[in-house]
Protein backbone atom coordinates (compact mmCIF):
# COMPACT_ATOMS: atom_id res chain seq x y z
CA UNK A 1 0.00 0.00 0.00
CA UNK A 2 1.12 3.40 -1.08
CA UNK A 3 1.68 6.21 1.52
CA UNK A 4 -1.19 8.50 0.38
CA UNK A 5 -3.56 5.02 -0.39
CA UNK A 6 -2.75 4.60 3.35
CA UNK A 7 -3.21 8.41 4.83
CA UNK A 8 -6.89 7.67 2.58
CA UNK A 9 -7.80 4.29 3.88
CA UNK A 10 -6.92 4.81 7.29
CA UNK A 11 -7.95 6.40 10.24
CA UNK A 12 -6.33 7.63 12.95
CA UNK A 13 -5.33 6.25 16.07
CA UNK A 14 -8.58 6.36 18.57
CA UNK A 15 -7.59 8.77 21.87
CA UNK A 16 -7.73 12.73 22.95
CA UNK A 17 -6.31 15.34 22.16
CA UNK A 18 -7.15 17.07 25.49
CA UNK A 19 -7.04 20.97 25.89
CA UNK A 20 -6.73 23.48 23.45
CA UNK A 21 -2.63 24.49 22.90
CA UNK A 22 -1.43 22.45 26.09
CA UNK A 23 -3.31 19.25 25.27
CA UNK A 24 -2.93 16.35 27.78
CA UNK A 25 0.90 17.13 28.78
CA UNK A 26 -0.39 17.85 32.38
CA UNK A 27 -1.95 14.77 33.06
CA UNK A 28 0.63 12.95 30.72
CA UNK A 29 3.82 14.79 33.21
CA UNK A 30 1.59 14.27 36.58
CA UNK A 31 0.09 10.77 36.03
CA UNK A 32 2.61 8.00 36.04
CA UNK A 33 -0.18 5.48 35.05
CA UNK A 34 -1.26 7.68 31.78
CA UNK A 35 -0.30 5.71 29.53
CA UNK A 36 -0.91 2.44 31.26
CA UNK A 37 -4.56 3.87 31.09
CA UNK A 38 -4.73 4.56 27.61
CA UNK A 39 -3.02 1.14 26.96
CA UNK A 40 -5.87 -0.21 28.48
CA UNK A 41 -8.74 1.55 26.57
CA UNK A 42 -7.48 2.04 23.41
CA UNK A 43 -4.50 -0.55 22.47
CA UNK A 44 -0.84 -0.53 21.82
CA UNK A 45 -1.37 2.86 19.67
CA UNK A 46 -3.46 5.76 20.32
CA UNK A 47 -2.87 9.39 19.91
CA UNK A 48 -3.03 12.53 22.42
CA UNK A 49 -1.16 15.92 22.32
CA UNK A 50 2.06 16.93 24.02
CA UNK A 51 4.61 19.46 24.81
CA UNK A 52 2.67 21.65 21.83
CA UNK A 53 2.38 18.42 19.29
CA UNK A 54 -0.03 16.10 17.92
CA UNK A 55 1.84 12.68 19.40
CA UNK A 56 1.05 8.95 18.83
CA UNK A 57 2.20 6.60 21.64
CA UNK A 58 3.32 3.41 20.64
CA UNK A 59 3.54 0.74 23.45
CA UNK A 60 4.85 -2.57 23.15
CA UNK A 61 7.74 -4.52 21.86
CA UNK A 62 6.27 -4.82 18.21
CA UNK A 63 5.68 -1.06 18.42
CA UNK A 64 9.36 -0.73 19.42
CA UNK A 65 10.87 -2.69 16.52
CA UNK A 66 8.43 -0.65 14.05
CA UNK A 67 9.87 2.81 15.50
CA UNK A 68 14.30 1.93 16.18
CA UNK A 69 13.96 -0.15 12.26
CA UNK A 70 12.88 2.55 10.73
CA UNK A 71 14.68 5.33 11.99
CA UNK A 72 15.72 7.70 9.31
CA UNK A 73 13.47 6.31 6.81
CA UNK A 74 9.58 7.21 9.06
CA UNK A 75 11.23 8.67 12.03
CA UNK A 76 13.66 10.88 13.33
CA UNK A 77 14.77 12.04 16.37
CA UNK A 78 11.89 14.56 18.00
CA UNK A 79 12.37 15.49 21.07
CA UNK A 80 10.39 18.23 23.40
CA UNK A 81 11.36 21.85 22.80
CA UNK A 82 12.68 22.30 26.28
CA UNK A 83 14.56 18.84 25.83
CA UNK A 84 16.25 20.07 22.45
CA UNK A 85 17.26 23.16 23.59
CA UNK A 86 19.04 22.21 27.06
CA UNK A 87 20.79 19.25 25.30
CA UNK A 88 21.66 21.51 22.90
CA UNK A 89 21.72 21.57 18.58
CA UNK A 90 25.30 19.83 19.02
CA UNK A 91 24.88 16.91 21.44
CA UNK A 92 23.98 13.59 20.29
CA UNK A 93 20.36 13.00 21.12
CA UNK A 94 19.38 16.04 18.80
CA UNK A 95 21.90 15.07 15.86
CA UNK A 96 20.22 13.04 13.07
CA UNK A 97 20.89 10.84 10.47
CA UNK A 98 24.52 10.63 8.50
CA UNK A 99 25.72 13.10 11.18
CA UNK A 100 24.01 11.46 13.99
CA UNK A 101 26.07 8.28 13.14
CA UNK A 102 29.29 9.45 12.44
CA UNK A 103 28.82 11.22 15.96
CA UNK A 104 28.10 8.70 17.60
CA UNK A 105 31.04 5.87 16.20
CA UNK A 106 33.60 8.30 17.03
CA UNK A 107 32.05 8.98 20.45
CA UNK A 108 31.55 5.14 20.99
CA UNK A 109 35.82 4.94 21.55
CA UNK A 110 35.18 6.26 25.01
CA UNK A 111 33.28 3.02 25.98
CA UNK A 112 34.69 0.20 24.06
CA UNK A 113 35.73 -2.74 26.54
CA UNK A 114 39.66 -1.44 26.53
CA UNK A 115 38.39 1.33 27.72
CA UNK A 116 36.35 -0.18 30.45
CA UNK A 117 39.15 -2.31 32.04
CA UNK A 118 41.12 0.99 33.05
CA UNK A 119 37.95 2.08 35.00
CA UNK A 120 37.20 -0.83 37.26
CA UNK A 121 40.02 -0.78 39.83
CA UNK A 122 39.74 2.94 40.38
CA UNK A 123 35.66 2.75 40.54
CA UNK A 124 36.35 -0.09 43.10
CA UNK A 125 38.16 2.74 45.27
CA UNK A 126 35.36 5.39 44.44
CA UNK A 127 32.61 3.06 45.65
CA UNK A 128 34.49 1.81 49.19
CA UNK A 129 35.16 5.33 49.92
CA UNK A 130 31.35 5.80 50.06
CA UNK A 131 30.45 2.44 51.38
CA UNK A 132 32.69 3.42 54.45
CA UNK A 133 31.16 6.84 54.54
CA UNK A 134 27.52 5.67 54.73
CA UNK A 135 28.68 2.94 57.41
CA UNK A 136 29.91 5.51 59.70
CA UNK A 137 26.50 7.80 59.13
CA UNK A 138 24.74 4.78 59.95
CA UNK A 139 21.33 5.94 58.64
CA UNK A 140 20.76 7.79 55.78
CA UNK A 141 18.67 8.94 53.08
CA UNK A 142 20.11 6.99 50.09
CA UNK A 143 18.96 9.32 46.94
CA UNK A 144 20.64 12.36 48.22
CA UNK A 145 23.88 10.32 48.86
CA UNK A 146 23.64 8.43 45.65
CA UNK A 147 23.25 11.59 43.83
CA UNK A 148 26.83 12.76 45.20
CA UNK A 149 28.42 9.36 44.52
CA UNK A 150 27.44 9.12 40.99
CA UNK A 151 27.86 13.18 40.56
CA UNK A 152 31.64 11.82 41.56
CA UNK A 153 31.94 8.85 39.31
CA UNK A 154 30.69 11.10 36.69
CA UNK A 155 33.44 13.76 36.96
CA UNK A 156 36.76 11.29 37.35
CA UNK A 157 35.49 9.20 34.20
CA UNK A 158 33.64 11.57 32.18
CA UNK A 159 35.37 14.87 32.53
CA UNK A 160 38.62 13.81 34.53
CA UNK A 161 38.13 16.35 37.61
CA UNK A 162 37.50 16.45 41.05
CA UNK A 163 34.95 18.99 40.73
CA UNK A 164 32.22 16.24 42.08
CA UNK A 165 33.50 18.41 45.65
CA UNK A 166 32.24 21.97 43.96
CA UNK A 167 28.54 21.66 45.60
CA UNK A 168 27.53 24.69 43.24
CA UNK A 169 28.41 22.68 40.25
CA UNK A 170 26.35 20.13 41.48
CA UNK A 171 23.21 22.39 42.43
CA UNK A 172 23.80 23.51 39.17
CA UNK A 173 23.41 20.19 37.65
CA UNK A 174 20.11 19.66 39.64
CA UNK A 175 18.51 22.46 38.09
CA UNK A 176 19.50 21.77 34.53
CA UNK A 177 18.27 18.29 35.09
CA UNK A 178 14.65 19.12 36.51
CA UNK A 179 14.29 21.63 33.84
CA UNK A 180 14.95 19.20 30.84
CA UNK A 181 11.54 18.04 30.76
CA UNK A 182 9.07 21.17 31.32
CA UNK A 183 7.30 23.66 29.36
CA UNK A 184 9.72 26.22 27.11
CA UNK A 185 8.91 29.18 28.74
CA UNK A 186 11.42 32.02 29.20
CA UNK A 187 9.73 33.34 32.42
CA UNK A 188 12.20 34.09 35.30
CA UNK A 189 10.06 31.40 37.93
CA UNK A 190 9.69 29.04 35.60
CA UNK A 191 11.92 25.46 35.55
CA UNK A 192 12.61 25.79 31.85
CA UNK A 193 14.41 29.43 32.27
CA UNK A 194 16.36 28.34 36.04
CA UNK A 195 18.12 25.44 33.80
CA UNK A 196 18.46 27.37 30.82
CA UNK A 197 20.37 29.96 32.97
CA UNK A 198 22.10 26.71 34.85
CA UNK A 199 23.03 25.05 31.53
CA UNK A 200 25.46 28.47 30.62
CA UNK A 201 26.95 28.15 33.91
CA UNK A 202 27.70 24.39 33.36
CA UNK A 203 29.24 24.72 29.67
CA UNK A 204 31.71 28.25 30.99
CA UNK A 205 32.75 25.60 33.35
CA UNK A 206 33.54 22.67 31.03
CA UNK A 207 34.68 24.94 28.48
CA UNK A 208 37.34 25.88 31.26
CA UNK A 209 38.45 22.25 31.84
CA UNK A 210 38.55 21.36 28.41
CA UNK A 211 41.02 24.30 28.00
CA UNK A 212 42.66 23.32 30.47
CA UNK A 213 43.03 19.43 29.48
CA UNK A 214 43.95 21.88 26.02
CA UNK A 215 47.06 22.63 27.65
CA UNK A 216 48.49 19.10 28.62
CA UNK A 217 50.00 16.11 27.31
CA UNK A 218 47.51 14.09 25.87
CA UNK A 219 45.74 11.55 28.34
CA UNK A 220 42.97 8.80 27.57
CA UNK A 221 42.32 7.83 30.72
CA UNK A 222 38.67 9.47 30.50
CA UNK A 223 35.63 10.01 28.06
CA UNK A 224 36.60 13.92 27.39
CA UNK A 225 40.45 12.68 26.72
CA UNK A 226 39.32 10.14 24.38
CA UNK A 227 36.96 12.91 22.65
CA UNK A 228 39.62 15.26 22.74
CA UNK A 229 41.96 12.43 20.79
CA UNK A 230 39.00 10.98 18.24
CA UNK A 231 38.86 11.75 14.85
CA UNK A 232 36.13 10.50 12.34
CA UNK A 233 37.06 8.69 8.68
CA UNK A 234 37.86 12.84 7.50
CA UNK A 235 40.58 12.96 10.21
CA UNK A 236 37.86 15.96 11.87
CA UNK A 237 38.33 16.72 15.29
CA UNK A 238 35.26 17.87 17.72
CA UNK A 239 34.43 21.27 17.63
CA UNK A 240 34.93 23.24 21.07
CA UNK A 241 30.91 23.73 20.97
CA UNK A 242 30.37 20.18 20.41
CA UNK A 243 32.90 18.37 22.96
CA UNK A 244 31.28 21.05 25.81
CA UNK A 245 27.17 20.12 24.81
CA UNK A 246 28.52 16.18 24.14
CA UNK A 247 30.17 16.46 27.64
CA UNK A 248 26.98 17.63 29.08
CA UNK A 249 24.80 14.92 27.80
CA UNK A 250 27.08 12.31 29.07
CA UNK A 251 27.52 14.09 32.26
CA UNK A 252 23.53 14.34 32.94
CA UNK A 253 23.29 10.55 31.65
CA UNK A 254 25.60 8.97 33.89
CA UNK A 255 24.95 10.67 36.94
CA UNK A 256 20.57 11.50 36.85
CA UNK A 257 20.13 7.57 35.04
CA UNK A 258 22.91 5.81 37.13
CA UNK A 259 21.62 7.59 40.54
CA UNK A 260 17.96 6.20 39.96
CA UNK A 261 18.80 2.92 38.93
CA UNK A 262 21.27 2.42 42.17
CA UNK A 263 18.29 3.83 44.25
CA UNK A 264 15.98 1.27 43.05
CA UNK A 265 18.51 -1.58 43.50
CA UNK A 266 18.59 -0.92 47.08
CA UNK A 267 14.83 -0.23 47.35
CA UNK A 268 14.32 -3.71 45.82
CA UNK A 269 16.59 -5.84 47.44
CA UNK A 270 15.79 -4.22 51.03
CA UNK A 271 12.22 -5.45 50.06
CA UNK A 272 12.96 -8.74 48.89
CA UNK A 273 15.64 -9.79 51.31
CA UNK A 274 15.35 -13.21 49.13
CA UNK A 275 16.70 -11.96 46.42
CA UNK A 276 19.72 -10.09 48.58
CA UNK A 277 20.48 -13.74 50.00
CA UNK A 278 20.36 -15.19 46.67
CA UNK A 279 23.09 -12.33 45.62
CA UNK A 280 25.44 -12.55 48.82
CA UNK A 281 25.31 -16.38 48.07
CA UNK A 282 26.59 -16.16 44.57
CA UNK A 283 29.37 -13.67 45.52
CA UNK A 284 30.21 -16.62 48.71
CA UNK A 285 30.12 -19.46 45.93
CA UNK A 286 32.34 -17.72 43.69
CA UNK A 287 35.15 -16.52 46.00
CA UNK A 288 36.65 -13.48 44.22
CA UNK A 289 39.26 -11.97 46.12
CA UNK A 290 39.22 -8.32 45.84
CA UNK A 291 40.52 -6.12 44.04
CA UNK A 292 37.49 -7.33 41.66
CA UNK A 293 38.38 -7.24 37.50
CA UNK A 294 35.82 -7.43 34.25
CA UNK A 295 36.06 -11.03 33.95
CA UNK A 296 35.03 -11.30 38.05
CA UNK A 297 32.23 -9.47 37.08
CA UNK A 298 30.93 -11.30 33.83
CA UNK A 299 30.59 -14.67 36.15
CA UNK A 300 28.03 -13.44 38.26
CA UNK A 301 24.83 -14.58 36.62
CA UNK A 302 22.40 -14.28 39.20
CA UNK A 303 23.55 -10.54 40.05
CA UNK A 304 23.14 -10.10 36.19
CA UNK A 305 19.54 -11.40 36.54
CA UNK A 306 18.87 -9.31 39.33
CA UNK A 307 19.99 -5.87 37.93
CA UNK A 308 18.14 -6.76 34.72
CA UNK A 309 14.85 -6.67 36.51
CA UNK A 310 15.77 -4.04 38.75
CA UNK A 311 16.04 -2.38 35.35
CA UNK A 312 12.69 -3.70 34.00
CA UNK A 313 10.36 -3.10 36.98
CA UNK A 314 11.73 0.19 37.38
CA UNK A 315 13.61 1.54 34.25
CA UNK A 316 16.09 4.84 35.17
CA UNK A 317 13.86 6.94 31.87
CA UNK A 318 12.58 10.50 31.97
CA UNK A 319 9.54 11.21 33.40
CA UNK A 320 8.09 10.77 29.56
CA UNK A 321 8.32 6.88 30.18
CA UNK A 322 10.26 6.49 26.90
CA UNK A 323 11.67 8.24 24.05
CA UNK A 324 10.31 10.95 21.39
CA UNK A 325 10.65 10.82 17.70
CA UNK A 326 9.21 12.78 14.45
CA UNK A 327 7.13 11.68 12.09
CA UNK A 328 9.12 12.68 8.84
CA UNK A 329 6.93 10.62 6.61
CA UNK A 330 3.40 9.40 6.72
CA UNK A 331 3.59 5.59 7.59
CA UNK A 332 1.25 3.46 9.23
CA UNK A 333 0.75 0.78 12.14
CA UNK A 334 -1.79 -1.51 13.64
CA UNK A 335 -4.11 -0.48 10.87
CA UNK A 336 -3.70 3.08 11.71
CA UNK A 337 -2.26 5.96 10.01
CA UNK A 338 0.60 8.51 11.76
CA UNK A 339 0.45 11.34 9.92
CA UNK A 340 3.40 13.38 8.63
CA UNK A 341 4.80 16.29 11.52
CA UNK A 342 3.41 14.10 14.51
CA UNK A 343 5.46 13.22 17.27
CA UNK A 344 5.72 9.70 17.88
CA UNK A 345 6.42 8.27 21.34
CA UNK A 346 7.56 4.90 22.54
CA UNK A 347 7.25 3.20 25.81
CA UNK A 348 9.85 1.76 28.42
CA UNK A 349 7.80 1.79 31.57
CA UNK A 350 4.50 0.19 29.77
CA UNK A 351 6.55 -2.13 28.14
CA UNK A 352 8.47 -3.92 30.49
CA UNK A 353 4.79 -4.23 32.93
CA UNK A 354 3.17 -6.68 28.95
CA UNK A 355 1.82 -9.74 30.51
CA UNK A 356 2.41 -11.04 26.94
CA UNK A 357 5.59 -11.18 27.79
CA UNK A 358 6.58 -11.17 31.38
CA UNK A 359 4.58 -13.53 34.07
CA UNK A 360 3.02 -11.77 36.53
CA UNK A 361 4.67 -8.54 35.22
CA UNK A 362 4.16 -6.67 38.41
CA UNK A 363 6.20 -9.31 40.58
CA UNK A 364 9.94 -8.60 41.65
CA UNK A 365 11.50 -11.85 39.76
CA UNK A 366 15.07 -12.14 39.08
CA UNK A 367 14.62 -15.43 37.82
CA UNK A 368 12.15 -14.70 34.61
CA UNK A 369 15.61 -13.88 33.09
CA UNK A 370 17.23 -17.10 33.75
CA UNK A 371 18.46 -18.85 30.71
CA UNK A 372 15.92 -21.67 31.55
CA UNK A 373 13.11 -19.18 31.40
CA UNK A 374 14.36 -15.99 29.10
CA UNK A 375 11.12 -14.27 28.86
CA UNK A 376 12.99 -11.12 27.65
CA UNK A 377 14.00 -12.74 24.57
CA UNK A 378 10.65 -13.91 23.30
CA UNK A 379 10.21 -10.58 21.60
CA UNK A 380 12.71 -8.53 20.10
CA UNK A 381 12.94 -4.88 21.99
CA UNK A 382 11.01 -6.41 25.10
CA UNK A 383 13.72 -4.79 27.29
CA UNK A 384 14.59 -1.94 26.66
CA UNK A 385 15.63 0.25 29.82
CA UNK A 386 18.53 1.44 27.59
CA UNK A 387 16.50 2.24 23.92
CA UNK A 388 17.23 0.52 21.26
CA UNK A 389 18.22 0.98 17.64
CA UNK A 390 20.66 2.94 16.60
CA UNK A 391 19.95 5.51 19.27
CA UNK A 392 20.34 3.00 22.19
CA UNK A 393 22.05 4.43 25.19
CA UNK A 394 25.98 4.92 24.18
CA UNK A 395 27.34 4.36 27.37
CA UNK A 396 25.46 1.56 28.04
CA UNK A 397 28.49 -1.09 28.95
CA UNK A 398 30.00 1.63 31.41
CA UNK A 399 26.52 1.75 32.97
CA UNK A 400 26.27 -1.85 33.13
CA UNK A 401 29.61 -1.45 34.50
CA UNK A 402 29.01 1.00 37.19
CA UNK A 403 25.92 -0.58 38.15
CA UNK A 404 27.42 -4.59 38.75
CA UNK A 405 30.64 -2.95 40.64
CA UNK A 406 28.67 -1.05 43.52
CA UNK A 407 25.86 -3.79 43.48
CA UNK A 408 28.75 -6.31 43.86
CA UNK A 409 30.62 -4.56 46.85
CA UNK A 410 27.08 -3.92 48.16
CA UNK A 411 26.00 -6.84 48.65
CA UNK A 412 29.38 -8.76 49.71
CA UNK A 413 29.80 -6.37 52.78
CA UNK A 414 26.64 -4.29 54.24
CA UNK A 415 22.97 -5.30 54.70
CA UNK A 416 20.43 -2.58 54.97
CA UNK A 417 17.09 -1.80 56.15
CA UNK A 418 14.69 0.73 55.62
CA UNK A 419 13.84 2.86 58.06
CA UNK A 420 9.71 2.98 59.14
CA UNK A 421 7.28 5.45 58.02
CA UNK A 422 8.66 6.93 54.69
CA UNK A 423 6.80 7.27 51.54
CA UNK A 424 8.14 5.20 49.01
CA UNK A 425 5.69 5.69 46.16
CA UNK A 426 7.89 5.91 43.22
CA UNK A 427 7.91 9.82 41.64
CA UNK A 428 9.31 10.33 37.76
CA UNK A 429 11.11 13.94 38.55
CA UNK A 430 13.86 14.10 37.23
CA UNK A 431 14.04 10.29 36.85
CA UNK A 432 12.31 7.88 38.84
CA UNK A 433 13.30 7.23 42.74
CA UNK A 434 11.18 7.70 45.99
CA UNK A 435 9.25 10.47 47.27
CA UNK A 436 11.05 10.61 50.43
CA UNK A 437 14.85 9.67 48.87
CA UNK A 438 15.11 6.25 50.46
CA UNK A 439 15.97 6.47 54.15
CA UNK A 440 17.77 3.20 55.66
CA UNK A 441 20.22 2.03 58.02
CA UNK A 442 23.00 0.60 56.78
CA UNK A 443 25.69 -1.54 58.63
CA UNK A 444 28.72 -4.27 57.59
CA UNK A 445 28.16 -7.80 57.70
CA UNK A 446 29.69 -9.53 60.96
Same mark, same amino acid.
Given at each position: ???????????????????????????????????? =????????????????????????????????????? $??????????????????????????????? =?????????????? $???????????????????????????? =??????????????????????????? =?? $??????????????????????????LLVKIEEIVRQRQQQPNTNEDALGIMMQARDEDGNELSLQELKEQVLLLMFAGHETMTSALTSFCLLLAQHPEVLATARAEQQQLGFEEPLTLEHLKQMTYLEQVLKEVLRIIPPVPPVGGGFRETIKPCEFNGYSIPQGWNALYQIITTHKDSRVYTQPERFDPQRFAPERAEDKSKLFSHIPFGGGVRECIGKEFAKLEMKLFAALLVRKYEWELLPEQNLDIVLMPLAHPRDGLQVKLRRLV
Open positions: MTTTQTERSLALPPGNFGLPLIGETISFLRDPSFSQ =KRYKRYGPIFKTHLFGRPTVVLIGAEANRFLFTNENQ $YFSVGWPGSTKILFGASSLVSQTGDEHQKRR =KLLSQAFQSRTLVK $YVSSMADTIHSYLHKWENMGTLTWYAEL =KKYTFDVACKFIIGTDVASDNHFEELF =KD $YSNGIFSFPVRLPWTRFSRALGCRKQ
